[in-house]
Each structure stands twice: as C-alpha cells, then as structure tokens.
C-alpha cells in the first residue's frame, strides 16, 4: 500500500506543479490585453500570390468606434464589411460607410489596387463625406486617374436614376514625407520612411491612441526607422518572410527579396531591440514553408508575444 505520508506529497507536489503552471501561463499572456478602445482587424494579410484565404495588404485601427485604415488590397472593403455586425463581424467601426480615412505606406499594386473600391462601395452605401488619404508623392496623382476613370459612374449615380449624394465619392488626397502626417481626437500619425528596394518614398506608420502604440512596417527590408519608431510599442505589425524558404531560391530571387522584405530571422533581432508587447506577422512570404517554421526563426533571436494573423483576426 502507499503511504498517506506518499500520497499527501504527490498531492502537494501536483498541486505545486498546477500552481506553477498557472502562473507561468497568466505571467506569459498578461503581457498583452485586448483594449475596449483600440482594436486592430487584420483586414488582409497576404502578398501579390493569389492566396483565396488572405487578401491584399490592408489594416484597420478602430478607435472608439473610428475605422482608420492602412493600405487597401484587393478585398478590403468585403473584408471590411465582414468584420462588421452587419455581416457577422463584431467590429462596430467597420460599417463600411464609416471608412473615412487611409494611410498608403507605398504605390505597390497589391497594396493599392483596392482604391477604387475604397472610394466607390462605401458611397454607394452611404458614405457623405470625403475620404482623406494620405500616401507618398504620386497619391495625388493616383488618384486623380482614379476618379476620372470612373467619373461616368459618378455622374450616372449623381445625375441619373439612382441619385445619391456629391460628397461621398469625393477624395482629399495628400502626398506625404516623414513627421506627423494626421493628427484628431482618437490617433496621431506618423510617417517613416523604410528601405524597401528601389522604392523612393515608401513609409511605415506609427498610431498613437488613447491607450496603445502601434506601428505598422508596411513591406520593409530590416532598418534602423522601423526600430527606432517601434520601441515599446505596444504591437508591431510587420511584414515577413521564410529564410529557410528563400533559401532554397535561386540566387536573383535571394537578391529581390533580401533587399526588399525582412526574413524571420532578422524581424526576430529587429523585435528583441524594440520590445513590442505584441508581434503580429503579416504579408507572409511563405515561399513553401509553415508558420511554424517562421515562427520558430523569430524565436530564435525573440522570446516576447508573437502570432502570424489571420485575415479579420481582430487584437
């Protein structure tokens, strides 16, 4: 027979044991906190590939109810909408009439190819007010084509038979360079610029609110802006890549990417030396790895809160 002298310590040490375990769980996801103010919508997370699961780059920064969005991918405004009660979502900021306000951190088509829908589906649906977008030098000049490749369509809803109001389609369009760009009572932004290839004006972007900081890399290759701008943020949302993945690439395509995107390897350095209570991967290059591998790379230099998002994950 065993003991009750046995039986209590195996009693006390599993009770220890569960004590302990708990405790390293609560320590470990204390860390970081959903907020009734600020939530982030990961609206798309993917990259030109033509992923069915994971949109075109975009962010939503819902705050009190405000939707201020950053890059508008193919499907942003579906995916906006999907968030929303109307369509089961939860996010009430992102009832797509709401969607006043964009931030464009570069001129790439798989982060800007959804502007016309931006400008044109939230009108249709009620929208009256101008959208305000801020982006690079050569935002202004996009969208004047925008607007003026679907101006039948502006004057057949104005004019015809299903007339609507002559304000929601109409877009304030400013070119940006670095400093703080917007400023109301929800958000102060500001602009960075990051090394991304041979772009010449491509920006990330940091939102302060009334309760977080978060910075968003936009596609970047590692530099010292995007640390700089992300020490103790709150969440990081950054752009990745599978080195183990490129890796077995051939030597041109090893050249692109290192020069224009971040690998899992270096955002995990990048992310040790700034802190962010949360890291969020978006924009993922798989290039036939998992998220597991990816995830691991990062580990290897960063040993903070990190997840790969979803599309409409919500943080």
């Known amino acids: 027979m065993i003991s009750s002298t046995r039986i209590t310590r195996w009693l006390f040490t599993l009770i220890c044991s569960f004590y302990l375990?708990?405790?390293?769980y609560c320590a470990e996801t204390a860390a970081w906190e959903r907020s009734a103010v600020t939530e982030v919508v990961m609206l798309g997370t993917g990259t030109p590939f033509s992923d069915p699961q994971r949109s075109g780059p975009s962010v939503a920064i819902v705050v009190n109810d405000t939707p201020y969005l950053v890059d508008f991918g193919p499907g942003v405004i579906r995916r906006a909408a999907a968030a929303s009660p109307e369509y089961g979502g939860k996010v009430v900021g992102l009832d797509v009439a709401?969607?006043?306000?964009?931030?464009?951190?570069h001129l790439h088509s798989d982060h800007s190819v959804g502007y016309?829908?931006?400008i044109f589906s939230?009108?249709?649906?009620?929208r009256d007010k101008p959208l305000e977008v801020y982006g690079p030098e050569g935002t202004v000049q996009m969208t004047k084509h925008v607007l003026t490749a679907w101006g039948e369509d502006v004057r057949y809803r104005l004019y015809g038979l299903e007339p609507t109001n002559n304000q929601g389609w109409r877009v304030n369009a400013h070119d940006i360079s670095e400093g703080i760009i917007y400023k109301d009572e929800n958000v102060t932004v500001e602009a960075f610029s990051v090394r991304h290839g041979s772009w010449p004006n491509a920006f990330g972007y940091r939102f302060t609110t009334p309760d977080r900081v978060i910075v968003i890399s936009g596609d970047a290759a590692p530099s010292e802006s995007v640390e700089?701008?992300?020490l103790g943020a709150d969440i990081l949302i950054h752009e990745v890549y599978s080195k183990k993945g490129l890796d077995e690439r051939d030597t041109f395509w090893k050249t692109y990417h290192s020069n224009n995107h971040t690998s899992g390897v270096e955002l995990g350095k990048i992310a040790e030396r700034a802190r962010p209570k949360l890291l969020i991967l978006y924009h993922i290059l798989f290039f036939g790895s998992d998220e597991e591998q990816i995830i691991d790379e990062i580990k290897q230099n960063f040993d903070g809160n990190v997840v790969m998002a979803n599309d409409l994950d919500v943080y």
């Open 21 to 24: 375990s708990a405790t390293c």
């Open 98 to 105: 709401n969607i006043r306000h964009a931030f464009l951190t």
């Open 116 to 118: 016309p829908d931006l």
């Open 122 to 126: 939230p009108w249709t649906l009620g």
């Open 228 to 230: 700089k701008y992300s």
